[in-house]
């Protein structure tokens, strides 16, 4: 998944061009693997990031492959055996003693707290060298259709299960490129400023498209399910009663009397990290997930997920950076117990401990804000701070310099 992915988003930067040969960067060593381990459930996003044009997916499960984590953490046998530890979740960095990645990139990340058995998300980061150039009008949409294509061909021919989320970012002619497609996130942080560089994709935040589709094509919701939203699930005793609701043209709500196919389950129900598309799933962009169906039903999913990924530009010729302005690329495990500002925060707490020039005040960010949304282990499970619930969740970040010793080349 990882190298099919990579190859897309190379495609695309060589803008439509022949697919280009394999990376010559020798940044990243040989990938560390550990036997083949049963598909985790469920499986959703990671972020990614690349060099002068380059690419990185996200959160996978493929049958038959070996289980591996990001090839520049560099570990042995038995690193690998505590990065797969659910009970002490030690936190991964790539090794001091080894070569940095590209921009002096900090990384880290954690296993979840045993929710699957291996670490769920994935990323790569490196340099990719583009010989040749032409434009091609829509080049950035057919890689995301193309990707989910080819794996609609590998579920029917190698019995490839289960699907991804990807957040990846490429810097090309100074400027980046951000494209996210399911709910990992990225922002930047510039002279303590949030910009944020995508959003999450998720029943709620695509409530009116998943409506609009589910009222324009019927057919698809099998007679089970109502396009329409309630405030709460509608009872046969209010037949005939007049309940709030709102379809896909509308932010508000109004009211409407009860009828008989209202008594169907709504499409969309749930609220946060709750809601769910069907009752079934809560991202509602990425690759794959052609055979999900609906629990009890052979009613498909997949038509109301789209692989189509939202794409942010940032020019880095329009401002000067300063050794502290950062991009930083989270998987949900980040930023579903972290906000914004909070991580504002802890970039301007950590860096300004370091001198500017140190290389490594990067990973340190990135260990510090896993660290943060992790929390600690106590009688009643990983707390942070205030004892509220860490996340249990798999963690993953980037940190990327946008000024300083990652000066872009």
């Known amino acids: 998944m990882l190298n099919r992915v990579r190859s897309a988003v190379a495609h695309l930067v060589s803008s439509g061009g022949a697919p280009p040969s394999r990376p010559k960067s020798p940044d990243l060593?040989?990938?560390?693997?550990?036997?083949?381990?049963?598909?985790?459930?469920?499986?959703?996003?990671?972020?990614?990031?690349?060099?002068?044009?380059?690419?990185?997916?996200?959160?996978?499960v493929e049958a038959r492959a070996s289980f591996s984590r990001p090839t520049f953490l560099q570990l042995s046998p038995g690193g690998l055996r505590r990065a797969d530890d659910h009970a002490g979740r030690a936190v991964q960095s790539p090794p001091d003693t080894g070569r940095r990645l590209p921009w002096s990139t900090g990384y880290a990340e954690v296993i979840n707290a045993g929710k699957s058995r291996h670490n769920e998300d994935q990323a790569c980061c490196e340099v990719v060298y583009v010989e040749g150039r032409r434009s091609v009008s829509g080049a950035p949409r057919e890689p995301s259709r193309g990707q989910d294509g080819q794996m609609a061909r590998e579920r029917r021919g190698q019995q490839v299960e289960g699907g991804c989320c990807a957040l990846v970012v490429v810097y090309l002619l100074g400027k980046v490129y951000v494209a996210n497609a399911g709910d990992s996130r990225a922002i930047i942080v510039r002279n303590g400023e949030v910009i944020p560089m995508s959003r999450e994709f998720t029943?709620?935040?695509?409530?009116?498209?998943?409506?609009?589709?589910?009222?324009?094509?019927?057919?698809?919701?099998?007679?089970?399910?109502?396009?329409?939203?309630?405030?709460?699930?509608?009872?046969?005793?209010?037949?005939?009663?007049?309940?709030?609701?709102?379809?896909q043209n509308m932010t508000g709500w109004a009211y409407k009397k009860i009828e008989l196919e209202d008594l169907r389950f709504p499409l969309v129900c749930g609220e946060g990290k709750k809601a769910r598309v069907m009752a079934t799933i809560g991202v509602t962009r990425g690759l794959g997930d052609h055979n999900l169906r609906v629990c009890s039903s052979t009613l498909p999913i997949k038509p109301f997920l789209s692989c189509f990924p939202e794409v942010r530009v940032y020019d880095l010729t329009q401002y000067e950076h300063c050794p502290d302005d950062v991009l930083v690329l989270g998987t949900d495990g980040l930023w579903d117990v972290t906000s914004d500002c909070e991580v504002a925060a802890t970039v301007d707490r950590v860096l300004s401990a370091y001198?500017?020039?140190?290389?490594?005040?990067?990973?340190?960010?990135?260990?510090?804000?896993?660290?943060?949304?992790?929390?600690?282990?106590?009688?009643?499970?990983?707390?942070?701070?205030?004892?509220?619930l860490g996340s249990g969740d798999d963690i993953s970040v980037f940190v990327i310099p946008l000024g300083g010793p990652g000066s872009y080349s």
Request: hydrophobic residues 30%; charged residues 25%.
């Open 29 to 60: 060593p040989n990938a560390t693997s550990a036997p083949p381990a049963a598909p985790p459930q469920a499986p959703r996003s990671p972020p990614a990031r690349a060099g002068s044009g380059g690419a990185a997916p996200a959160r996978t």
């Open 203 to 247: 029943p709620e935040t695509e409530r009116q498209r998943l409506q609009l589709l589910g009222f324009l094509k019927p057919e698809l919701l099998g007679g089970e399910f109502t396009h329409l939203e309630f405030p709460r699930r509608v009872q046969p005793k209010e037949l005939g009663q007049r309940m709030l609701y709102r379809d």
């Open 355 to 388: 001198e500017p020039n140190d290389p490594s005040r990067y990973t340190a960010l990135a260990q510090a804000l896993v660290l943060g949304a992790r929390g600690t282990p106590r009688d009643r499970g990983w707390r942070l701070p205030n004892n509220k």
